[in-house]
T-cell receptor
Framework: EDQVTQSPEALRLQEGESSSLNCSYTVSGLRGLFWYRQDPGKGPEFLFTLYSAGEEKEKERLKATLTKKESFLHITAPKPEDSATYLCAVQAFSGGYNKLIFGAGTRLAVHP | DVKVTQSSRYLVKRTGEKVFLECVQDMDHENMFWYRQDPGLGLRLIYFSYDVKMKEKGDIPEGYSVSREKKERFSLILESASTNQTSMYLC????????????FGDGTRLSIL
């Protein structure tokens, strides 16, 4: 069964304390992995797309990497404004159509 | 920037009512999607559309229908609202080319009393 698992469920960091979020997946035929940021009461905001193992993308304090089984979102020297839920989604052919399979998300809280 | 606009941020309706949720995108995207998001269950796909007047069922279509009469607009219809349809509803769009990211609206928080 196609599945996306994110860990940890919640993460509390001090400002400046770097860390990584994990997204592991089991899908037959990966067609892209996407990272989103979601603030409370808002829709997910697109961050990165990764298509093949070894690929990396960066944006400000965020860096996303991809292997054949998982993706990491590295957060370097985070600030309080990085606090949000980070969602990972995998594009796969499942149930007869191309679909996004979402993980449950990691709730990140960065404290000053 | 892609703009996906959902007509209401908050909506309160009564059991049995017919409810319409509207979504408009301004980037000429072919694909449009409706999800619901519930704590502990994540985002689940209700319906999607790859073209005008075309619709496909997602993972949880029961109790819902959709309409896409124009390329930029995708409507979700709750035929007879029930309390278990209380949720956050999210609309998304993406280009027709395969495997492009979906862009989301800010959601409609729907409460059915």
């Amino acid at each position: 069964e196609d599945q996306v698992t994110q860990s940890p469920e919640a993460l509390r960091l001090q400002e400046g304390e770097s860390s990584s979020l994990n997204c592991s997946y089991t899908v037959s035929g990966l067609r892209g992995l996407f990272w989103y940021r979601q603030d409370p009461g808002k829709g997910p905001e697109f961050l990165f797309t990764l298509y093949s193992a070894g690929e990396e993308k960066e944006k400000e304090r965020l860096k996303a990497t991809l292997t054949k089984k998982e993706s990491f979102l590295h957060i370097t020297a985070p600030k309080p404004e990085d606090s949000a839920t980070y969602l990972c989604a995998v594009q796969a052919f499942s149930g007869g159509y191309n679909k996004l399979i979402f993980g449950a998300g990691t709730r990140l809280a960065v404290h000053p | 920037d892609v703009k996906v606009t959902q007509s209401s941020r908050y909506l309160v309706k009564r059991t049995g009512e017919k409810v319409f949720l509207e979504c408009v995108q301004d980037m000429d995207h072919e694909n449009m999607f409706w999800y619901r998001q519930d704590p502990g269950l994540g985002l689940r796909l209700i319906y999607f559309s790859y073209d005008v007047k075309m619709k496909e069922k997602g993972d949880i279509p029961e109790g819902y229908s959709v309409s896409r009469e124009k390329k930029e607009r995708f409507s979700l219809i709750l035929e007879s609202a029930s309390t278990n349809q209380t949720s956050m509803y999210l609309c998304a769009s993406s280009p027709g080319a395969s495997f492009q990211p979906q862009h989301f609206g800010d959601g409609t928080r729907l409460s059915i009393l």
